[in-house]
């Protein structure tokens, strides 16, 4: 079975706090693809990065990065600096090589308090 | 930038009732999908279709549910007799390889 846990339900943190949110998959599959998405206030849900599994490489974009670990199936996401505007659920998800649909986890809301 | 799009934005419906929610994926996508979030839950996956059929189904997507793409552009979601626990917001996708889904802004459904 797939499943996407992110354990932490809800962040609080202060305008220029560095934060990180977890996020743990299992999958029997060799082949999958990880994904992050946010869902800001106005409900929609906007892609962030997406990661094949044979890429352990760590990804930084602007003040984003994402930390993937195949040892301890991990694909946590950082914010450095973070901003109001940052303020979202953040989603993680998984998908097979040998499926279509997309796995989600129960999402993390952050709020970034000026 | 290309985008998916979705109408209506807001649905409010009688329980028995027929909805259908459409949704234009970007145009050069091939893969298509609906999914849905009941307010404050996870995102949940319904259906994938691929070449006017059908790819992938979930337990969710019963009898009373059914896609279909009349036209080179829409996409559309047809729910036959909504229940009350249809409320949802529905979110179409649209994908071309490689791989990542890109999701339009939603219907949120409200069945009274």
């Known amino acids: 079975a797939q499943k996407v846990t992110q354990a932490q339900t809800e962040i609080s943190v202060v305008e220029k706090e560095d934060v990180t949110l977890d996020c743990v998959y299992e999958?029997?599959?060799?082949?999958?693809?990880l994904f992050w998405y946010k869902q800001p206030p106005s409900g929609e849900l906007v892609f962030l990065i997406r990661?094949?599994?044979?890429?352990?490489q760590n990804e930084i974009s602007g003040r984003y990065s994402w930390n993937f670990q195949k040892s301890t199936s991990s694909f946590n996401f950082t914010i450095t600096a973070s901003q109001v505007v940052d303020s979202a659920v953040y989603f993680c998800?998984?998908?097979?090589?040998?499926?279509?649909?997309?796995?989600f986890g129960t999402g993390t809301r952050l709020q970034v308090f000026p | 930038e290309p985008e998916v799009t979705q109408t209506p934005s807001h649905q409010v419906t009688q329980m028995g009732q027929e909805v259908i929610l459409r949704c234009v994926p970007i145009?050069?996508?091939?893969?298509f999908y609906w999914y849905r979030q009941i307010l404050g839950q996870k995102v949940e996956f319904l259906v994938s279709?691929?070449?006017?059929?059908?790819?992938?189904k979930s337990e969710i997507f019963d009898d009373q549910f059914s896609v279909e793409r009349p036209d080179g552009s829409n996409f559309t979601l047809k729910i036959r007799s909504t229940k009350l626990e249809d409320s949802a917001m529905y979110f179409c996708?649209?994908?071309?390889?490689?791989?990542?889904?890109?999701f339009g802004p939603g219907t949120r459904l409200t069945v009274l």
């Open positions: 279709f691929y070449n006017n059929e059908i790819s992938e």
């Open positions: 990661r094949n599994s044979f890429d352990e």
């Open positions: 996708a649209s994908r071309t390889p490689p791989d990542t889904q890109y």
């Open positions: 999958t029997r599959d060799t082949t999958y693809y």
């Open positions: 998800a998984l998908r097979s090589m040998w499926s279509d649909k997309l796995i």
């Open positions: 145009s050069n996508h091939l893969y």
